[in-house]
Nanobody
Framework: QGPVVESGGGLVQAGGSLRLSCTASRIILSFFNMNKWSWYRQAGDQRELVASIDTDGRTNYAVSVKGRFSISRDNSRKKVYLQMNSLKSEDTAVYYC?????????WGEGTQVTVSS
């Protein structure tokens, strides 16, 4: 069904915005719609959940990003987005996209987000 690929990371000043994208271009559209998608980040040893969006559109956010980040999915384009606003230095991390299909989990290789203060 193809790899998961993230894009959109980079260097931004504190208070700025970035939008991350995630796609699994070879996935069949019906499979895409049946998957749960999540964004995780890792700045040290642990990878933490940032946001997730379920097949019915329900979203979930980490407390640290609630009100600043927004996850969305475009089923027709087979893409998932993470809009990050009001970025802080503590948001600096490698951001990973995760696709969950039943009990199967697929990860991208990550995209670096660096927020300068």
């Amino acid at each position: 069904q193809g790899p998961v690929v993230e894009s959109g990371g980079g260097l931004v000043q504190a208070g700025g915005s970035l939008r991350l994208s995630c796609t699994a271009s070879r996935i069949i559209l019906s499979f895409f719609n049946m998957n749960k998608w999540s964004w995780y980040r890792q700045a040290g040893d642990q990878r933490e959940l940032v946001a997730s969006i379920d097949t019915d559109g329900r979203t979930n956010y980490a407390v640290s990003v609630k009100g600043r980040f927004s996850i969305s999915r475009d089923n027709s384009r087979k893409k998932v987005y993470l809009q990050m606003n009001s970025l802080k230095s503590e948001d600096t991390a490698v951001y990973y996209c995760q696709r969950q299909a039943g009990s199967s989990i697929y990860w991208g290789e990550g995209t670096q987000v660096t927020v300068s203060s």
